[in-house]
């Protein structure tokens, strides 16, 4: 059998990754945006590769052999943001789990160990495969060494073999050092000749072949000043050649043959993938279900009967209820039948004799037969669009999971089982199939596979329940969520009225505005090109218009918006770039894509809200996220014109919590200067900018104001010193120097955040307010980045998921009080810290009353709650 080898440039890889990907991060607080890059790219590798030796090559420090030939190599880079470095340890767990090998050794970089390696290889007439982001490893390419690099991200590969180079390049592997010497490299502050670009280079090194011969015809070289450079910067360009010729006889302690990959443990990748969260992945993984069939074969026979005709005999109340549908979307899905359990037996339904019996509907709408449900939201909309609304819900295994195990991602009711020991139930993919081969069975299975899922739910109901009295959630699920995820189904049912005329002239409009834009970027450019090709924008920017470089990738400059945004004041057509993209996402994310969601025969949209999703609590909403929609711009908040009331002579009514987090920080940590701050009703970001700058208010800038805002939100949400740099533009060391002057002007935030990392410690977890629960695991792990993290997710939770459960239970106190006020005013959505009602014009008067009346007082806190509204034609006017 034939060898191959994958040699993968780790730290190259892991870097693109992140920067490629949005900084994400699991549910156990950990950022894995990088990991997971770097492992879709390597499921690729594996699937084409199919690799039989294989090792992934990291750097192990930041001082190297090179150093003492040039100890400002790789100066002046930025220090890796800890968002990424904390993500190495993680990464290296999961190679762990492939059971691929991964080796770093003191003194030398990842090329090196790479170089030498594949040099083995090469010897071995092995087929090797290098993979990396950095063309400086292209001078290994050989007859039987490819050098794959990263182009776009790390899904598009180039791979270069040594015709291929000299096609592309015009030079030979070997020569990629000669020209790299003349060139340098700025990315690793190598010097190289002044002066010298690849073009130049390339000339050179294609005329005399080597860096020493360039110099030994010296007198032949055209062009007075390049003939200077070269003279002047000798020394420069041999050293800078040494610093870039990749070590080929580093002293490793491995060889080719510890490197053997004889491929991975199904169920150990799968328990990464799943502790990472990266649940996509899954069946990149695992067979075809196959091994979980057989483990499931012994589950116990169960009796049940399909009903043909619904008789009152068979509900005595409390009964478990299971509404069985496949789509995620119910608003769209149909439902495939109803499990339901009881002491008397157990029963499936099939849809049509259930709709269409008064006995099933009358039970479903009767308060006094208590229901225990899965997924209390998802089985009143479905009920709402058959006609039916269902009372009686007593409890929601779904919420009851979530608050239980916030931290996992899957709360399906085969899941819950599985966690709790109950396993008479099979997965749904196992029963409908996946992507295209989905499909409904046959009814005997159907309605086994429903009941099943019923049973089980009525099997656990007690034990879940038992399990939050002893967390002290009881209440939680009882008084929050589930009278929540009822009001949530009647809000998402009752859905949004959009003016769809509207969104069509705004889309007009846009595009005409975008065409506008196009037109004024190619007269300042003097040409036409696509503006959304980086490739095409970076030399009109950087070379033909003189822009000074911010930043360089791989491929050549930087054109994304952190860029551009810091060349805002060097050129007229940066604004009107950076305009051109903001309008064009406008225009393809919200115009066109809310235009595809409206219901056609109503014109409404129906979102959906996530209850059970993020740790802290708070909403999200799908399908669409209605929580997205960019207001910064006033182009994105005119798309807000387009949700009007559902009825002539109504109104729509917009109350907004002001600085929530803020406030509930200072009730929380008790700091003295930020409760009577809130007490005085002053202007936080600008007493905040007094404390820490230490200036009189008159003596308050705009731009002491914006930092100090950054600053106040930035420690809610765990900033980092990275972080606040990002947002603010200035260094880290600045950044780092405002925290700790935020500290000294609020002693009492600091002490809140060591007491309760202190006590997130001891515990291994934090609380809300109301006793919502975050598992911080990692809190006293022995890895520095995973632990700080959770040490961030411990100072911050607390404060965001309070803010959540206090807007949750605004809603629900608000909703109850339209009700007795008998009212025709409803709320019809939750938008971050504001809730959006619609109202006949005749009740403006008593929301202006009982709205900030119920939110301001929903809950009682040191500080005052404090609430502001608008109201007018359209979601736009009441903003």
């Known amino acids: 059998m034939s060898k191959k080898m994958v040699l993968i440039d780790g730290n190259s890889i892991i870097y693109r990754a992140f920067f490629a990907l949005p900084l994400l991060n699991n549910d156990k607080g950990v950022y894995t945006n990088a990991v997971y890059g770097f492992t879709t790219m390597l499921l690729r590798i594996l699937e084409e590769e199919k690799p039989t030796h294989m090792l992934v090559a990291f750097d192990a420090g930041k001082t190297t052999f090179r150093h003492s030939t040039y100890k400002e190599y790789k100066g002046g880079r930025q220090k890796t943001p800890s968002e990424l470095s904390e993500q190495f340890p993680v990464l290296k767990e999961l190679l762990d789990a492939f059971d691929i090998k991964h080796y770093q050794l003191a003194q030398y970089e990842a090329d090196d160990i790479i170089g030498t390696l594949s040099k083995q290889g090469n010897n071995e007439a092995w087929e090797v495969t290098v993979i990396s982001g ?145 649940l996509s992945l899954l069946n990149r993984v695992s067979d075809d279900a196959e091994e979980e069939q057989e483990a499931n074969t012994e589950m116990n026979d169960i009796s049940f009967t399909i009903v043909e005709e619904v008789i009152e005999s068979m509900f005595i109340g409390n009964e478990s209820l299971v509404v069985e549908m496949i789509g995620e979307n119910y608003h769209q899905s149909t439902i495939d039948g109803f499990g339901i359990i009881n002491e008397s037996g157990a029963y499936f339904i099939p849809t049509e004799i259930a709709l269409n019996s008064d006995v099933f509907k009358t039970w479903a709408e009767d308060g006094t037969m208590t229901k225990h ?34 931290a996992e991602n899957n709360h399906d009711i085969p899941a819950i089982g599985n966690r709790m020991g109950k396993k008479d139930v099979l997965f749904d993919e196992e029963v409908y199939g996946k992507g295209a081969k989905l499909k409904v069975p046959e009814l005997p299975e159907l309605a086994e596979h429903v009941v099943r899922k019923a049973t089980t739910l009525y099997v656990l109901k007690d034990e879940m329940e038992e399990r939050l009295k002893e967390n002290e959630q009881y209440g939680l699920l009882k008084e929050l969520e589930m009278p929540l995820a009822l009001i949530l189904g009647e809000l998402e049912h009752l859905g949004v009225q959009v003016d769809i005329s509207k969104l069509e002239e705004m889309g007009i409009d846009l595009k005409e505005r975008l065409n506008t834009l196009e037109k004024e970027v190619y007269e300042l450019a003097g040409e036409n090109f696509n503006l959304n090709s980086p490739k095409q924008l970076g030399p009109i920017l950087f070379e033909k218009l003189g822009l000074p470089v911010i930043k360089k990738t791989k491929t050549g400059y930087s054109t994304a918006a952190d860029v551009l945004e810091q060349l805002q004041n060097e050129h007229e057509i940066i604004p009107k770039l950076l305009l051109y993209r903001q309008l064009g996402k406008l225009q393809s994310t919200y115009i066109e894509g809310l235009l595809k969601v409206v219901k056609k025969d109503t014109n409404k949209i129906h979102t959906r809200f996530n209850q059970a999703l993020t740790q802290t609590g708070r909403l999200s909403s799908i399908e669409p996220n209605l929580q997205n929609i960019p207001i910064r711009l006033e182009e994105g908040r005119k798309i807000r014109q387009a949700f009007v009331p559902a009825e002539k002579d109504w109104i729509m009514f917009a109350a907004d919590y002001s600085q929530i987090e803020l406030r509930v920080l200072a009730h929380i940590a008790n700091d003295e200067k930020l409760v009577a701050a809130f007490k005085n009703d002053l202007d936080i970001h600008t007493q905040t900018a007094m404390d820490v700058f230490h200036v009189e208010k008159d003596e308050v800038t705009s731009n002491m104001r914006r930092q100090a805002k950054a600053v106040n939100f930035g420690i809610v949400y765990g900033i980092s010193d990275y972080g606040l740099s990002q947002s603010l533009g200035i260094t880290r060391k600045e950044a780092k120097n405002f925290i700790e002057r935020y500290f000294t002007s609020y002693p009492g935030v600091k002490k809140y955040m060591e007491e309760i990392v202190q006590e997130a410690k001891h515990k291994g977890y934090v609380t809300t307010l109301m006793n919502r629960r975050r598992y911080l695991p990692e809190i006293t792990s022995r890895n520095f980045n995973l632990r700080s993290f959770a040490e961030r997710t411990a100072m911050n939770t607390p404060i965001q998921g309070s803010a959540a459960d206090i807007i949750k239970k605004a809603m629900i106190d608000l909703h109850w009080k339209l009700k007795d006020e008998k009212l025709q005013a409803r709320m019809l959505l939750q938008v971050h810290d504001e809730l959006i009602l619609e109202a006949p014009k005749e009740e403006l008067e008593i929301l202006k009353e009982i709205v900030p009346e119920m939110m301001e007082n929903t809950v009682e806190l040191n500080v005052p709650l404090k609430v502001d509204y608008e109201y007018g034609s359209s979601w736009f006017d009441a903003k």
Do not use: C, W
């Open 134 to 278: 950095d063309k400086d490893l292209l001078q290994l390419a050989s007859e039987q060494v490819t050098v794959h690099v990263t182009k776009k991200g790390i899904s598009d590969v180039e791979k270069y073999t040594p015709d291929y180079m000299v096609e592309k390049m015009e030079i030979t592997p070997e020569q990629i050092i000669d020209l790299k010497a003349l060139m340098g490299d700025s990315s690793d502050n190598i010097p190289g000749v002044p002066g010298v670009g690849q073009k130049t280079a390339t000339k050179l090194i294609k005329q005399y072949n080597t860096l020493e011969e360039v110099y030994n015809h010296l007198d032949e070289v055209s062009g007075k000043k390049l003939k200077e450079n070269l003279i002047n910067h000798k020394e420069d360009a041999f050293m800078s050649k040494e610093l870039v010729t990749i070590n080929r006889d580093s002293p490793i302690e491995i060889s080719v043959d510890n490197i053997t990959y004889d491929g991975f443990e199904q169920s150990k990748v799968s328990t990464a993938f799943k502790d990472l969260g990266f």
């Open 373 to 406: 449900v899965f997924d209390a939201k998802k089985t009143m909309v479905a009920l709402l669009r058959n006609g039916i609304h269902v009372q009686g819900i007593t409890f929601d295994m779904f919420l009851a999971s979530y608050l239980l195990n916030p």
